[in-house]
């Protein structure tokens, strides 16, 4: 089993539309977690941190239930420029794990 | 800005050859990671150094070496080349694991 998995889509949203992307760990013991972008395989970039209690940055909204080994990015209204892969990401005992992304594509 | 630099950007090597791919930071960050991103895998962990003198091995580091010369420069090394080693290797660096990671623009090696 992966140590951090994601649906890897393609998630085909019209503008404007709200999408939920979801990612699951299997170590419990994990201690931080966060949502990176990448665009067309360039490097990828710090979306946003997720933090226990939740935490909203514009649009997007990420969660964390640790309970249920589970992290969660909402992204409302959507825009063309939000295209692009999601990868979520785990931090456990000085490795940075990351899932193999979701790919998001937002059309006109 | 350079942030984290990594050399060079394109390689193409033939079975066996031996190659290092550098990177180096100046954001003066204790921890740095080598992965590897082939279509479909997402980005798999193949060594990191969560401290300048320590090196720990990731999901898959058969094939590689890897060197934490200083604090700054953390260098992959592929001995003996594989077609299997094709792929886009990104370096990054991170204050601490727990902080904001920052890459590099990536290598793209093919081995023929």
């Known amino acids: 089993r992966k140590e951090v998995e994601q649906d890897p889509g393609p998630f085909n949203v019209p503008e404007g539309a709200t999408v939920a992307f979801n990612c699951t760990y299997s170590n419990s013991a994990s201690q931080s977690f966060f949502w990176y972008r990448q665009d067309c395989r360039k490097e990828p970039k710090l979306l946003m941190s997720v933090y226990s209690s939740g935490n909203e940055d514009g649009r997007f909204t990420a969660q964390l239930n640790r309970a249920s080994q589970y992290i969660s990015l909402l992204i409302r209204d959507s825009k063309l420029s939000d295209s692009a892969t999601y990868l979520c990401v785990v931090w456990y005992r000085g490795k940075l794990i990351f899932g193999q992304g979701t790919e998001l594509s937002v059309k006109p | 800005n350079a942030g984290v630099t990594q050399t060079p950007k394109f390689q193409v090597l033939k079975t066996g050859q031996s190659m290092t791919l550098q990177c180096a930071q100046d954001?003066?960050?204790?921890?740095m990671y080598w992965y590897r991103q082939d279509p479909g895998m997402g980005l798999r962990l193949i060594y990191y150094s969560a401290s300048e003198g320590t090196t720990d091995k990731g999901e898959v580091p058969n094939g590689y070496n890897v060197s934490r010369l200083n604090k700054r420069e953390f260098s992959l090394r592929l001995e003996s080349a594989a077609p299997s080693q094709t792929s886009v290797y990104f370096c990054?660096?991170?204050?601490?694991?727990?902080?904001?990671?920052?890459f590099g623009q990536g290598t793209r090696l093919t081995v023929v």
């Open positions: 954001m003066n960050h204790n921890s």
């Open positions: 990054a660096s991170s204050q601490q694991g727990n902080t904001e990671a920052f």
